[in-house]
């Protein structure tokens, strides 16, 4: 039974809800850096970075006992030119946004030390931390639309 009302499953609307709080959390992080309230930051960003992880563990160990998805019922062109593009590029960019994304928490944590707030230790650790940061951003919000368009596509336009 769906959640929306679609023809998708229960596990494909929890797996689109867990997606939309990740990036919420996401962009409440770079809020937060933005304002350079770094001690929300780092918890925040640290919690989405976990959720993350817990979403990719969730939804691959989900899909091999539950099943896949019913596949694709459009055209065969479309499929051709527009889904698996699309599957494609979402799942190479999954991959690579929770590589970024640990990696980002990881030189964060690594290059800052706490006092009163955390800070880091150079100037250029942090112009560092701050371009790998909007790169994995940027990487994982292409993600998360590719895999609502992958969604639309299986579960709301193709049906």
């Known amino acids: 039974m769906s959640i929306f009302g679609t023809s998708a ?3 494909s609307d929890f797996s689109l809800m867990l997606e ?3 990036l919420g959390v996401f962009f409440i992080g770079f809020f937060y850096a933005r304002r350079h ?5 780092y918890k925040v ?13 969730f939804f691959m160990i989900g899909k091999k006992i539950l099943g896949s998805s019913p596949g694709f ?4 062109s479309v499929r051709k030119t527009v889904y698996l593009p699309t599957a494609m590029i979402h799942g190479i960019l999954s991959v690579l946004a929770l590589i970024l994304a640990g990696y980002t ?8 030390k706490m006092k009163k707030k955390r800070v880091f230790n150079k100037r250029d650790k942090y112009s560092m931390h701050k371009k790998i940061g909007y790169t994995t951003l940027a990487v994982w919000f292409v993600a998360f639309v590719t ?3 992958m ?5 709301v336009i193709y049906v």
Do not use: A, K
């Open 9 to 11: 499953s229960f596990f």
């Open 20 to 22: 939309v709080i990740i």
């Open 37 to 41: 309230l770094s001690n929300n930051h």
């Open 45 to 57: 960003m640290t919690f989405g970075f976990l959720i993350n992880l817990f979403f990719v563990l």
């Open 73 to 76: 019922l459009g055209s065969e």
């Open 105 to 112: 928490v990881f030189y964060g944590y690594r290059h800052t």
């Open 147 to 149: 895999g609502v368009l």
């Open 151 to 155: 969604y639309l596509m299986l579960y």
